[in-house]
């Protein structure tokens, strides 16, 4: 059995079977969000860099899905993530000034301390997925990160930019100003932002090379299972969007835990 990252199990919180999904519950649940600094391939190099340095130019190339994580070691100065990097695009892995500028591995970066883990209790997971979205007419960001429940490690992240398929290209772009243009990333996000169908798609795959998900199977996740802050990701903004965006509700996004569920069973109080 693996552990948690709690000092007592977790339950799921679930998506009823018998109910319409099709915006039954309002998003009153937001998430906390930290400011990110994300970044794209810029050509120039900084010891410090900052939004406004991160001009890019699109580019093209596989390499594994991540999302914008700033490295913590500290042995090294954080590096803002490559974002062109998360969605497989990024051309300049042999630029070794690019490289100074942006890491690409946040995964080593993000080490739990062995007494943290002193205290964890078995689970029925070996995986957790970690899922924070974005956007609040439509999805405009999917990031996913695997931590192993053993040993609290991060093993992979997967990260795209989504395309709202119901609003005008005007309100688009409105929109993508408003919310990462202050960062200085609207521009990967144009670049990089593909329909949330095919985010599915993608994310299926990546699901499957870990072994987390069989399409062949009941649908559902094999060892592992999604971790929010709050209920809105999952229990009202997936299912409403794959109502906008004319798909089916996954059978892996009907249940997950919510660490806000978590913190009230186990301090017998509300998060703040």
């Excluded at 070691?73 to 630029?95: I, Q, V």
């Excluded at 739990?112 to 974005?134: C, G, H, M, T, Y």
């Excluded at 243009?181 to 299926?204: M, S, Y």
């Excluded at 795959?205 to 649908?219: I, M, P, R, S, Y």
Aim: net charge negative.
């Amino acid at each position: 059995m693996a552990s948690a990252f709690s000092a007592f199990r977790v339950s799921l919180s679930r998506i009823s079977p018998f109910r319409d999904t099709r915006f039954s519950y309002p998003a009153t649940l937001a998430l906390a969000h930290t400011k990110r600094i994300m970044c794209n391939s810029s050509h120039s190099v900084s010891p410090s860099p900052s939004p406004s340095d991160f001009s890019s130019s699109s580019s093209s190339s596989s390499s594994p899905s991540t999302f914008s994580l700033m490295e913590t070691s500290e042995n090294a100065r954080w590096r803002p993530m490559c974002l062109y990097y998360t969605h497989g695009k990024c051309t300049k892995m042999d630029d070794p000034a690019h490289l100074e500028i942006f890491n690409h591995d946040c995964s080593k970066e993000l080490r739990v301390a062995a007494a943290d883990l002193e205290r964890k209790k078995s689970q029925e997971f070996n995986f957790f997925l970690v899922i924070d979205l974005e956007g609040k007419v439509e999805i405009l960001e999917f990031p996913i990160l695997i931590v192993d429940a053993k040993t609290m490690e991060v093993v992979d992240l997967f990260h795209r930019f989504v395309r709202p398929t119901k609003m005008s290209e005007q309100a688009i772009n409105k929109y993508i100003e408003g919310k990462y243009g202050e960062l200085g990333v609207d521009r990967v996000w144009h670049d990089t932002a593909i329909p949330f169908k095919q985010v599915v798609e993608e994310f299926e795959v990546w699901l499957a090379e870990h072994d987390l998900w069989d399409k062949d199977t009941d649908g559902g996740l094999n060892d592992a299972a999604f971790v929010t802050c709050g209920n809105w990701d999952i229990k009202t903004k997936i299912p409403e969007q794959c109502v906008v965006s004319n798909i089916n509700l996954p059978p892996y996004f009907m249940e997950w835990i919510n660490l806000k569920d978590v913190y009230l069973n186990f301090y017998g109080r509300e998060m703040t």
